[in-house]
């Protein structure tokens, strides 16, 4: 378990990398090119999609970070995780909860994203 935990760690990292570049490497080594991310807001497939994804949501969200919201929970080649995004320290104004499936090679193949709290008008 401490493989995929340290990949989610990874994970929630890209989404806090606001230098493009470092985002994209880093987006390459821990999610698969044919992954898939979906969640009710988009539907986007490999590194490019997610990186495009990211880099709206920081847009919208400037200033706030990811943060695991408790342990991941893992078996087999599936990982769940709840997520938090916020001032650093503070009160998180979104909370999410995803799994993500895990391919032979440690890369994410596949998340699937819920939104358990947004501030009104997201």
């Known amino acids: ?3 995929k935990n340290d990949l989610v760690e990874r994970y929630i990292a890209a ?3 606001t230098d ?3 985002r994209k490497q880093l987006l390459t080594e821990v999610f698969a090119a044919t992954g898939t991310y ?3 807001l988009v539907d986007v497939q490999g590194p490019e999609g997610l990186d495009a994804t990211i880099a709206a949501v920081q847009g919208q969200f400037g200033g706030l970070v990811f ?3 408790g342990t991941v929970d893992a078996h087999h080649n599936v990982a769940r995780f709840t997520w938090h995004l916020g001032p650093e320290g503070g009160e998180p104004v979104v909370i999410g909860f ?3 499936v895990v391919d032979d ?3 994410i193949s596949q998340i699937v994203g819920f939104l358990d709290k947004v501030p009104a008008g997201a």
């Open 105 to 107: 090679d440690g890369r």
């Open 38 to 40: 979906t969640d009710p």
């Open 98 to 100: 995803d799994v993500a």
């Open 15 to 17: 989404w806090n990398e």
């Open 67 to 69: 943060s695991l919201g």
């Open 20 to 22: 493009a570049g470092k």
């Open 1 to 3: 378990m401490d493989t």
